[in-house]
């Protein structure tokens, strides 16, 4: 046996089979602060799902007989969450908002993801509009997230599609700053430049060598931007720039309504808050699981 | 004597960094003949690399080109467009790099990295690339070839991943290498496998080689010319044989009375060469070796030296050391 195939079986012995992203989920699934995690968005996203199938009573469907004695009635058998001033059933609503959530995360980090991944890439490899884009990314930094997707929301008028909207593009400057750095700091590795050597085109360089390295904050920041977007959804929804038919079950909406029954009847905006924070917490912990797997410190070590 | 295949005329690259410019590579001249190998050495930091990286096309964004010609089969290299010189690298001229730990990009398989490279230039079929994926990871001596091409850079020693590199290199048949440090980042044992191999594959294809390298024993071992680099300019240049035999330049002198030698006693002092590499941020005007030089005279501070005739090998210098100056010293250590 050569000194070549001694070595091989070694080596082959010392690593565990597989890609790093492979590593990368076994590191991910002995972290009990990401499984708890993975658990809660999973049930997040089934109760966002299988809403109509979960719900017991219809969201919208009012029963003023059930507050004649006044507001409101609290938790009981029939409505595990109470009702509301309506009469609308609390856990139904709580259920449905879960869709809302879902629906505005998702769409609005997708928005900033979108946009981040590519005007990051145009900055950071390509080079050009390099300072433009990074000088445009700094006003809007500038300004606190929150107050610009107020402005954002309020300019184009109250509602579900401008509350994702505007969360999106408050996310822009993050993920395309966080982009660029990333491309910056791959881009100067020597796989890049032995990939240029061979005649690999630029923009396949880009996308087969840069981007799968870059790529792995942005996937944790991705995580951790959902969980800040349903609870900037929530503070929109709160301040009325959210949904604005008032039969809307969005979490933060439901918080704005429940305002005015704090002191007879808490449960209102203990609920659908505590849905709000289980949710955000799920996200976080992922987030900072996916952190810890995709650290490339760690990288070929089991 | 034929068209050489690489032609390269007083090639000048500047940086431009916040410190100022770095006036990297200063006017370097030489030629490659098809399935010749030469050797480039010279200390970190000459410009070495640079050449090379300016051969590819590739330099550092803040790097250029600002002067001087290449020319490779009879096309000049600087007024080619982009597209061009990615249909260049890697089918004409490849390259090796220094580290394979780090050239070798980590999230893709191994095989997949070497079928990128054969795609590049070549157009096969899904089944001919993975064959030959096949083929060439067997031919630089890696066993199981068809199952090692799919693992990941990680799995791989560093002796393999060099040789990974290699094939990458020869994936597409070029006509010259330029190997920059293919064996510095490795064990002894293993350099001695890689350059053994880098030798046979570059024979029996006909396939130029230039070897970048500060290691003066690879060089006297594998090449047929040899050029010393210093402070961005090629201080001598020739043939191996007299180059190690009798060099002319002080600095190549030095370099080699530098080495330590089995032969000499173990108390026999090395000789390093005193001083250190000129501030590369200012134009020479004087030879850059002068202030370390121990044949110095005045002159050498008026101009900067151009490449003449001395001996059987040419030298930048005005005040060669003597031809028997090597051989003197050698035995001197020994006795």
Redesign the interface.
């Known amino acids: 046996m050569?000194?070549?195939?001694i070595?091989?079986q070694?080596?082959?012995l010392e690593?565990t089979p597989?890609?790093?992203?492979h590593e990368a989920f076994h590191r991910l699934i002995r972290n009990p602060g990401a499984i708890a995690g993975a658990v809660i968005v999973t049930a997040f996203v089934i109760v966002a799902l299988f809403a109509p199938l979960l719900a017991p009573y219809s969201p919208t469907a009012i029963n003023l007989e059930l507050v004649s004695d006044g507001c409101c009635p609290g938790p009981s058998w029939e409505h595990p969450m109470g009702v509301d001033d309506l009469g609308r059933d609390e856990l139904s609503r709580v259920i449905y908002g879960a869709r809302y959530s879902l629906l505005i995360g998702i769409v609005s980090v997708t928005v900033g993801l979108t946009a981040g991944l590519i005007l990051g890439s145009t900055a950071g490899y390509f080079?050009r509009l390099d300072n433009l884009i990074m000088r445009i990314v700094d006003v809007m930094l500038a300004i606190p997230g929150f107050l610009m997707a107020i402005g954002i929301a309020a300019l184009m008028g109250p509602g579900l599609l401008s509350v994702m909207i505007a969360i999106g593009i408050v996310n822009i400057p993050i993920f395309t700053r966080l982009m660029r750095g990333s491309i910056l700091g791959q881009k100067?590795?020597?796989?890049v430049?032995?990939?240029?050597?061979?005649?690999?085109?630029?923009r396949?360089v880009l996308v087969?060598?840069i981007l799968?390295?870059a790529i792995s904050p942005v996937i944790v920041a991705g995580t951790l931007a959902l969980a800040t977007a349903i609870i900037d959804a929530a503070g929109l929804g709160f301040l009325g720039l959210g949904p604005q038919e008032p039969s809307t079950p969005e979490w933060g909406t439901m918080l704005t309504d429940a305002v005015r029954y704090l002191q007879t009847a808490p449960f209102l905006a203990f609920f659908p808050g505590l849905a709000i924070v289980i949710v955000v917490m799920g996200f976080n912990l992922i987030g900072d699981g996916l952190r810890e797997a995709l650290d490339p410190k760690l990288?070929?070590r089991a | 004597m034929t068209e050489p295949l690489l032609d390269v005329d007083s090639l000048e690259v500047r940086f431009w960094t916040r410190r100022g410019t770095v006036y990297a590579v200063n006017g370097i001249s030489f030629s490659l003949n098809a399935g010749e190998t030469l050797g480039i050495v010279g200390e970190s930091g000459c410009g070495k690399s640079v050449t090379a990286l300016a051969l590819m096309g590739i330099l550092p964004r803040a790097g250029r080109v600002t002067a001087g010609t290449a020319s490779y089969g009879g096309r000049d290299l600087y007024t080619q467009s982009e597209a061009e010189w990615q249909r260049f690298r890697g089918k004409e001229i490849a390259m090796i790099f220094q580290d394979p730990m780090t050239s070798l990009n980590p999230v893709l398989t191994v095989g997949s990295q070497l079928r990128e490279a054969i795609e590049a230039h070549l157009d096969v079929s899904k089944k001919e690339a993975s064959d030959r994926v096949v083929e060439l990871l067997d031919r630089v001596g890696i066993p199981q070839a068809r199952a090692r091409a799919k693992d990941y850079p990680h799995q791989f020693s560093g002796g393999m991943r060099q040789r990974a590199m290699i094939a990458i290199a020869l994936a597409c048949e070029p006509k010259v290498i330029i190997a920059d440090e293919p064996t510095t980042a490795l064990d002894v044992t293993i350099q001695a496998q890689i350059l053994d191999l880098l030798r046979d594959l570059v024979d029996e294809r006909g396939t130029a080689l230039i070897l970048i390298t500060h290691d003066l024993g690879v060089v006297a071992g594998m090449c047929e010319r040899v050029q010393v680099m210093y402070a961005g300019t090629v201080v001598e240049t020739g043939d191996a044989v007299p180059i190690f035999a009798s060099p002319r330049h002080p600095y190549t002198l030095g370099l080699l009375q530098s080495v330590p030698r089995l032969d000499t006693g173990r108390r026999q002092a090395l000789h390093p060469i005193e001083g250190a590499p000129p501030n590369m941020l200012t134009e020479p005007v004087s030879c850059p070796f002068a202030p370390r030089c121990r044949y110095a005279q005045e002159d050498c501070l008026a101009s900067v030296p151009l490449l003449r005739s001395i001996g059987e090998q040419q030298a930048a210098c005005f005040h060669p050391a003597p031809s028997d100056e090597w051989a003197r010293t050698r035995l001197q250590g020994v006795a």
């Not at chain 1, 050569?2 to 195939?5: D, L, P």
């Not at chain 1, 100067?188 to 796989?191: F, Q």
């Not at chain 1, 430049?193 to 630029?202: D, E, F």
């Open positions: 050569g000194v070549v195939e070595e091989a070694q080596v082959s690593t597989g890609g790093l992203r080079g100067e590795n020597d796989y430049l032995a990939a240029r050597a061979v005649g690999v085109p630029n396949k087969n060598h799968p390295n990288r070929g």
